[in-house]
């Protein structure tokens, strides 16, 4: 098992940057693919990124390639998504999800964080 905590949200103003984090503990954390998904106020949960066990291989929601960035530190069980650029339809909360493999739908992760606020003014 795993459990995710993560943090780093917050007001930001349209342009800005904001840099999550996914903090896990219990066993083999380099094991565990990771995903970020986004719920909106009215909308499903949405993918965002995704990492896998090692960090080699890593996806990404259209909407976000070239202003998102996911990474992990295994050493430090800690996953992150750097988000710059950011705009006002990024608002919404913010989970991650530990899983197997590689999947854009909420239903093949097994362990989910509470997720993280983020909001972006105009």
């Known amino acids: 098992q795993v459990q995710l905590v993560e943090s780093g949200g917050g007001l930001v103003q349209a342009g800005g940057s904001l840099r999550l984090s996914c903090a896990a503990s219990?066993?083999?954390?380099?094991?565990?693919?990771i995903s970020w998904f986004q719920q909106a106020p009215g909308k499903e949960r949405e993918f965002v990124a995704y990492i896998s066990g090692r960090g080699g291989s890593t996806r990404y929601a259209d909407s976000v390639k070239g202003r998102f960035t996911v990474s992990r530190n295994n050493a430090e069980n800690t996953a992150f998504l750097q988000m710059n650029s950011l705009e006002p339809e990024d608002t919404a909360i913010y989970y991650c999800a530990a899983g197997g493999r590689f999947s854009a739908r909420q239903s093949d992760y097994d362990y989910w964080g509470r997720g993280t606020q983020v909001t972006v003014s105009a």
């Open positions: 219990g066993r083999a954390f380099s094991t565990y693919a």
